[in-house]
């Protein structure tokens, strides 16, 4: 079965690579270890960091009989001047690619509040624009049930207008009719008055000749008035019947405009219907958009607010780092203060050599 990296392997690699003159950092100590992640190699590195002065206090303590050469304590203080560099340089580019993400992350916010803006407001005029054709397409559905109210008063008074010439066209076939038997009438009066006339033609004739006279001028002059009220009744009728065709076809284009405006009505109250739904399914769409762009928003926020986090802890981190740093370059400066200590003792303790006397 595997095991992990231990702190005991990390603080050996460490230590490997500080003898070989390189700067201990989570990428060469995996590199040195051949395995191990950087969240299981970081913790351990930065415990090795941490116990570094105290370690370092301890050999100075401990060979105090045999102080660092100058080259040596030279080289320590310049490779650790470096290695204190190389942190510091690697902590700020940690929090300069942090601040890059931050930034990042409040442009992509600003570019999807401005999508979402850009989104409101084209919803919001199509609303609009659909708002306005179902008022136009109410406002012709309206005239069009006008026009309809009004062709059924025109239907109202064609029809209106077909009886009063059906009525008068009944008249005239009365007055017809009674002229006819007016007249036939008038002939079987004239036919009794011959009859009569021819019995008293032998004893009467003068007179019966004035009264055939008479009584022919009376049935020539009723063939004539009835001629003339034929005529009359004939032109009458031609008129009243002409009159009665054209109120008929007023009439039937009256019904036909009817039909036609109902239609016209019944397509555009579909339409509005349709526009209606449309509408609904507009402002559910904006509903949509809205709790996505709210939920994008919200997200982006916390986002934010997790990327200020870690900045601020990045920023922690890095004073405590200093505050590290400065602790080891004490210790490390007491190390060479106190090994230039042992070095001028070890040198004042050295026995001289006996002056030969003067003879």
Not at 17 to 25: D, K, R, V, W
Not at 153 to 165: G, I, N, Y
Not at 214 to 241: G, I, M, P, Y
């Amino acid at each position: 079965m595997a095991i992990g990296v231990q702190e005991a392997d990390v603080w050996a690699a460490a230590d490997t690579l500080l003898q070989a003159g390189e700067q201990p950092t989570i990428e060469r100590v995996r590199l040195q270890l051949g395995r191990g992640s950087p969240n299981t190699v970081g913790p351990h590195l930065k415990a090795w960091f941490r116990g570094l002065s105290g370690r370092l206090n301890a050999t100075g303590q401990a060979e105090v009989a045999g102080p660092a050469p100058d080259s040596v304590t030279q080289a320590a203080q310049q490779f650790w001047t470096l290695a204190l560099a190389a942190a510091k340089e690697e902590w700020q580019q940690a929090i300069a690619i942090e601040r890059q993400a931050l930034t990042n992350a409040q442009e992509i916010l600003a570019a999807d509040q401005r999508v979402l803006a850009l989104e409101q407001e084209r919803l919001s005029q199509r609303e609009t624009d659909l708002k306005a054709t179902i008022y136009s397409l109410r406002e012709q559905a309206a005239a069009l049930r006008d026009r309809a109210e009004t062709l059924e008063k025109q239907c109202q008074q064609s029809d209106a207008r077909a009886t009063s010439l059906e009525a008068r066209l009944t008249e005239v076939t009365e007055r017809e009719r009674a002229l006819q038997e007016r007249q036939h009438e008038a002939e079987q009066q004239h036919r009794q008055a011959l009859a009569a006339a021819e019995q008293r033609h032998a004893s009467h004739e003068r007179r019966w000749l004035n009264d055939l006279d008479v009584q022919r001028q009376a049935t020539r002059k009723a063939q004539d008035d009835l001629e003339q009220h034929r005529k009359t009744a004939t032109t009458s009728q031609a008129a009243h019947q002409d009159a009665l065709a054209r109120a008929a076809d007023e009439l039937r284009d009256a019904h036909d405009e009817l039909a036609q405006a109902r239609h016209e009505s019944l397509n555009t109250e579909r339409t509005i219907a349709q526009l209606e739904q449309a509408q609904d399914a507009l402002q559910t769409q904006l509903a949509m958009a809205q709790t996505s762009a709210a939920a994008v928003h919200d997200s982006l926020k916390e986002r934010v607010a997790d990327l200020n986090l870690r900045l601020a802890e990045q920023s922690d981190q890095l004073q405590v780092k200093d505050q590290q740093i400065a602790a080891q370059a004490q210790v490390l400066a007491q190390t060479q203060a106190l090994a230039q200590q042992q070095v001028g003792h070890a040198t004042s303790s050295t026995p001289k050599a006996k002056r030969v006397p003067e003879r």
